[in-house]
């Protein structure tokens, strides 16, 4: 008996079925397909072979157009990105090689590719590129149908390879925000600090501000939020730190100590040092607002462990003195912040970890109306890149998570798996609550009296567990 192959891309394609309608003309209607190297005759008969099914489904669906099309060896997904785009990405089923009447025969396992998760990757796929690139029609009117191939090549090449699909679970659904609670003395000073520093710098249209990879305000709405927190944490700014590491020890970008009165402020768009200027031109540019994709300079700057993201206007020509006066301004006073929340941040974590000791379970959490999540089954895979647990306990996790998004208000799922582990769902008001308790010999009571201690250590009564 082989391993067991994990999910992996086929293919990812774009097309526009309005384009190329004249026979000989089907190249027309790609737009971008991976892998670049496909020979065009397999990208035609691919493309052709979508539109039939997009053209077929449409006679039975009502409201939704085709979503997910099941085969034995792959997984087929659909998106109409915008009106006459669509997105297609086709994922490989997992199979593993089993001994049968002497002959080796591939067994293949279809659930485990789960259609809600990776439809909602796909969706994922496109909303960052319209953050990075805007729209597809921002594009198109931007430089015509060319200009739109360019930057999807360019987008996607670089960011396809590096989305591991065999990884990809229930927080991918969720594309949720981790905030940082503070308390009110703190949480004021930042939102004292933002509002200084929009009034002092007219440039600026939207502010964030995060400690620790957790946001703490922001000034933009929550869809847009959603995506960037997604870009800064994912990208970015790991991105950053790994070529901090490279070049050796974090440095101030003064050479002096903070308590001289200098700061440990450094820009991770924009110049490399305040001197040289250098890279000024090469500050991101990034899309809001999916309907009139308004353009900004993105610029990023980040004192010990606390990063402040600012939105430029585009019209505004970035130079040297800007970034000057914008390193004096944030520096001293984002340095002085990230001291201050570290203190209390110490605080919070020490007393989270004596807790989570003490339990036996772990948890996820999600509010539908703020996007807020938090989820300690993820604390290792976030620290070493590998899951703690079991492939089968994520991946029924997210079937549980389907089966609470059909309910309208509130309701309950438990299940027990073959290993003594219960797992939980919960829906009320908005807020979804899973649990995974790894407890022999526990029965129902003893599993609603966990909950009920998880529900009064953790989230102050926010479910009421009956």
């Keep these: 008996m082989s391993a067991k192959s994990p999910i992996s891309l086929l293919n990812f394609f774009v097309f526009n079925s309005t384009y190329g309608n004249r026979e000989g003309e089907e190249s027309k209607k790609i737009i971008f397909y991976y892998p670049d190297k496909t020979d065009l005759d397999t990208r035609i008969k691919n493309i052709g072979l979508c539109e039939a099914i997009i053209k077929f489904s449409d006679t039975f669906a009502t409201q939704s157009p085709c979503e997910v099309l099941h085969t034995k060896k792959t997984r087929q997904l659909f998106l109409q990105a915008e009106k006459n785009f669509w997105m297609v990405m086709s994922l490989s089923i997992p199979f593993q090689q089993k001994l049968r009447d002497g002959q080796l025969y591939p067994d293949y396992y279809a659930e485990e590719v789960q259609d809600h998760v990776f439809q909602a ?40 390879p590096k989305i591991k699909f065999h990884q990809v679970d229930l927080l991918d659904v969720f594309q949720g925000i981790q905030f940082l609670p503070l308390e009110k003395y703190p949480f004021l000073k930042i ?177 539908r109306l703020n996007l807020a999540e938090k989820s300690t089954i993820h604390i290792d895979a976030r620290k070493t890149g590998h899951m703690s647990f079991p492939p089968e306990i994520i991946k029924l996790l997210a079937d549980i998570n389907f089966d609470l998004s059909r309910l309208t208000d509130a309701g309950e799922i438990i299940g027990k798996t073959v290993a003594d582990c219960w797992v939980i769902g919960k829906l009320s008001e908005q807020r979804e609550f899973y649990v995974v308790l790894q407890q022999k010999n526990a029965n129902i009571i003893n599993v609603s009296d966990e909950l009920k201690r998880l529900n009064a250590i953790n989230f102050q009564n926010i479910f009421l567990v009956d």
């Design 121 to 160: 990757l796909l969706k994922a796929l496109y909303k960052m590129f319209r953050l990075i690139m805007g729209t597809f029609k921002h594009n198109l009117e931007h430089g015509g149908i060319e200009y739109l191939k360019q930057k999807l090549e360019i987008f996607y090449l670089r960011y396809l």
């Design 191 to 367: 939102q004292c600090f933002i509002s200084l520093t929009e009034a002092t710098f007219s440039q600026i249209k939207y502010t964030a501000f995060l400690y620790n990879d957790q946001l703490v305000w922001s000034g933009l709405n929550q869809e847009d939020m959603q995506v960037l927190y997604r870009f800064l944490i994912c990208h970015l700014i790991p991105s950053f730190l790994e070529s901090e590491l490279q070049l050796g020890a974090f440095s101030p970008s003064r050479p002096t100590s903070f308590s001289s009165g200098q700061h440990f402020g450094r820009f991770m768009t924009g110049p490399t040092t305040i001197t040289d200027g250098a890279n000024i031109d090469k500050v991101p540019k990034i899309y809001i607002n999916k309907d009139s994709s308004e353009e900004y300079s993105l610029l990023v700057y980040r004192a010990l462990s606390a990063t402040i993201c600012l939105l430029v206007d585009s019209k505004y020509q970035l130079n040297l003195e800007f970034f000057k006066k914008l390193d004096q301004f944030l520096g001293p006073n984002l340095t002085s912040l990230a001291s201050e929340i570290s203190e209390q941040y110490s605080k919070t974590v020490g007393l989270t970890s004596s807790t989570d000791q003490q339990i036996k379970y772990h948890y996820m959490y999600f509010n």
